[in-house]
């Protein structure tokens, strides 16, 4: 059938193993993803995907909502506490639902199947190719500039580049994971070495005595409750990705020290060198200069590093194309997950027979991304994505606490203390109600509206299970073209 169908009703069967091969009873092979990912990668994967294009972008945005330098510090500050109180939460999730798939599987094994099929139809056609279309386009804005000096790029060629670089992320993907997670490395290493060129060269500044935007720091801070939830939007938005690791659960080694380990690791570093990248921009600009930049980075670059300012633009492409890499790996993984428990097409939970990729889940994920780079640009995503995000980001913390309080026997190997995962649910319910009881959008009303849609489709297509015959055909002609094969769930 097109869309698997699941005879379990306990949402938290997670002791019996589900072999979605046909032939696992028959004794043959299992064809399931390699466990490629350690704990440099893991690391490589939170960071690299983290450090995009936020932290060269969205500075000024928080300094234009809180309206001072000391208070939009204490924010980048505070929307890193509370990326790593959600990852050490997701660490404890990850370590009792030992499965791929991040929050679509945590709400599916807590809450059921139709919060789940919401979260993952919202996710897969919207939200996660949205996100990595804008991160690909800036990608190209930042590569293209060289080549038209003193003008804006023309759209037609800033479209192809951002294309391009998802047809590129699509081949490396689906070729190997061990090269994707290579690609990770060598590209999170490079953005990691251009923010400390930055921080360097804000601690020189600061030695000469160029501290003046700090001088009267919360003078003008603004107040209200929505202004600051839309600020902490922008401040979220460059720390995204604290939560990948865990859409690749099954891909990791030993995930049950893996995953913990490398949230400790990744996170903290990222918080310290955004916090010392913000203070360099700020030893660098006034906070007029800043609020007044289009790209904070690139105007760092021409003050600081004159003749040399080219480096800038270079590691901000550089930085977008390994997040938008990062972005892919794990995206394609929800879309995979959600194939194989029933909620989407059966050919999306299959596997390359020698490649041991999810192929035709990263090709979905490619084809709607190019259908929203060539749809138009995303000037206003950051406040609309954080919205989604959020939301679901609260359902899965409120599922923690269930397991927490009611099902404290199940084995896990890394606990959190309730504490943190409260204050986590207490920041998403305020992130998603704020802007709404403060400064409501009609926007926002058309992504509850998206996000229900999806009724349309569930009852049908899950819940009574009709499966059209002319799917069943596709499917197989699909399964002939691309080599792939249905998988089997890690047992363990």
Same mark, same amino acid.
């Given at each position: 059938s097109t869309m698997r169908e699941r005879k379990t009703t306990d949402p938290l069967h997670l002791a019996r193993p589900l072999h979605l091969s046909t032939d696992v009873s028959e004794g043959k092979e299992k064809l399931r993803l390699k466990q490629e990912v350690g704990l440099i990668s893991g690391v490589s994967l939170i960071a690299g995907t983290m450090i995009g294009s936020g932290i060269f972008m969205s500075p000024e945005w928080v300094l234009h909502h809180m309206g001072n330098p000391a208070s939009s510090l204490l924010i980048w500050a505070a929307c890193g506490l509370l990326a790593m109180f959600g990852a050490l939460s997701y660490a404890e999730l990850g370590t009792i639902i030992k499965e791929s798939g991040g929050?679509?599987? #945590?709400?599916l094994r807590t809450f059921g199947s139709f919060?789940?099929?919401?979260?993952?139809?919202?996710?897969?056609?919207?939200?996660?190719?949205?996100?990595?279309?804008?991160?690909?386009?800036?990608?190209?804005?930042?590569?293209?500039?060289?080549?038209?000096?003193? %003008?804006?790029?023309?759209?037609?060629?800033? =479209? %192809?580049?951002?294309?391009? %670089?998802?047809?590129?992320?699509?081949?490396?993907? %689906?070729l190997n994971v061990r090269l994707a997670t290579s690609v990770m490395n060598i590209f999170t290493a490079a =953005?990691?070495?251009?923010?400390?060129?930055?921080?360097?060269?804000?601690?020189?500044?600061?030695? +000469?005595?160029?501290?003046?935007?700090?001088?009267?720091?919360?003078?003008?801070?603004?107040?209200?409750?929505?202004?600051?939830?839309?600020?902490?939007?922008?401040?979220?938005?460059?720390?995204d990705g604290w939560n990948n690791l865990n859409y690749v659960t099954e891909e990791l080694k030993k995930p049950e020290v893996t995953l913990p380990r490398a949230v400790m690791i990744a996170i903290p570093l990222v918080t310290c060198l955004y916090l010392l990248v913000n203070v360099s921009y700020l030893a660098a600009m006034s906070p007029s200069e800043l609020l007044s930049s289009g790209a904070v980075a690139v105007t760092w670059g021409d003050k600081v590093l004159g003749s040399w300012a080219w480096l800038i633009s270079?590691?901000?492409?550089?930085?977008?194309?390994?997040?938008? +890499?990062?972005?892919?790996?794990?995206?394609?993984?929800v879309c995979?997950?959600?194939?194989?428990?029933?909620?989407?097409?059966?050919?999306?939970?299959?596997?390359?027979?020698?490649?041991?990729?999810?192929?035709?889940?990263?090709?979905f994920t490619s084809a709607m991304s190019l259908i929203m780079i060539v749809s138009g640009n995303f000037t206003s995503i950051v406040n609309f994505f954080s919205f989604m995000a959020w939301l679901f980001y609260g359902m899965t913390i409120s599922g923690l606490l269930y397991l927490k309080i009611k099902k404290p026997e199940l084995p896990r190997s890394y606990k959190v203390p309730i504490i943190i995962p409260i204050i986590v649910l207490m920041a998403a319910v305020y992130l998603v109600l704020a802007p709404i009881i403060d400064q409501p959008q009609i926007e926002i009303l058309y992504i509850v509206l998206f996000i229900f849609s999806g009724i349309i489709f569930y009852f049908p297509l899950v819940h009574? =299970? #009709?499966h059209p015959r002319f799917l069943q055909k596709v499917t197989l002609h699909l399964q002939l073209?691309?080599?792939?094969?249905p998988t089997t769930r890690d047992a363990n």
């Open positions: 929050e679509y599987i #945590y709400i919060p789940a099929f919401l979260f993952a139809y919202t996710s897969i056609i919207l939200v996660r190719p949205a996100g990595l279309a804008a991160v690909c386009l800036s990608f190209a804005e930042y590569a293209i500039a060289p080549f038209y000096p003193g %003008c804006s790029s023309p759209q037609v060629a800033v =479209k %192809c580049t951002a294309a391009a %670089c998802i047809l590129i992320l699509t081949i490396i993907n %689906c =953005k990691l070495l251009a923010l400390l060129v930055i921080v360097v060269g804000g601690l020189v500044l600061l030695a +000469n005595g160029q501290t003046q935007s700090f001088q009267n720091g919360f003078q003008g801070t603004t107040a209200g409750i929505g202004t600051v939830g839309v600020a902490f939007y922008q401040g979220l938005w460059s720390y270079l590691s901000v492409a550089l930085s977008t194309f390994g997040s938008s +890499n990062g972005t892919f790996f794990s995206g394609g993984r995979y997950i959600a194939a194989r428990e029933g909620h989407m097409p059966d050919i999306l939970s299959m596997a390359h027979v020698r490649c041991l990729t999810p192929s035709p889940a990263l090709l009574f =299970k #009709y073209l691309l080599e792939v094969a």
